[in-house]
């Protein structure tokens, strides 16, 4: 199960809205080994694609010195579908290299960049293997 906050679960939201019609994409960092997310980390989509994401390589590599250097970890890795449901894709699947974290999706195919609904939905990907897991929000913890 992935517990978050509201705050940080509208921060993502927001970001897919305001990046739409481009697929928008960041983390959420926590302390390490606490498995609670809790710096919203929003990142550029470096393809600039309403079908696709890739973290800039430069953005990247400052974001895993910066996770060392704060004795952070990944806890949510998140993207946004932009003309699709909130459910990982053969190439999201292929890119998930965190065995440790929980994959946010949120679709904007139906609001777009405006206020409406979304499907926000979390999941484990292991080994190839897709688990949806329930998003329990809280407001703080």
């Given at each position: 199960m992935l517990t978050i906050t509201q705050a940080l679960r509208d921060q993502i939201v927001a970001h897919a809205r305001a990046d739409h019609p481009d697929e928008a994409c960041g983390v959420i960092a926590g302390p390490a080994g606490s498995g609670r997310p809790e710096r919203f980390v929003p990142m550029l989509n470096a393809a600039r694609s309403p079908?696709?994401?890739?973290?800039?390589?430069?953005?990247?590599?400052?974001?895993?010195?910066?996770?060392?250097d704060r004795d952070e970890e990944l806890?949510?890795?998140?993207?946004?579908?932009?003309?699709?449901?909130?459910?990982?894709s053969r190439t999201d699947v292929s890119y998930a290299?965190?065995?440790?974290?929980?994959?946010?999706?949120?679709?904007?195919?139906?609001c777009g960049?405006?206020?409406?609904p979304v499907e926000f939905r979390s999941f484990r990907?292991?080994?190839?293997?897709?688990?949806?897991?329930e998003v329990r929000l809280v407001e703080a913890y």
């Open positions: 079908t696709f994401y890739e973290f800039d390589s430069g953005d990247l590599l400052k974001l895993y010195r910066e996770l060392d806890v949510v890795i998140y993207h946004s579908h932009t003309a699709t449901p909130a459910y990982p290299g965190e065995p440790g974290a929980h994959y946010v999706l949120v679709s904007t195919a139906e960049n405006e206020e409406g990907i292991v080994d190839g293997e897709i688990t949806e897991e």
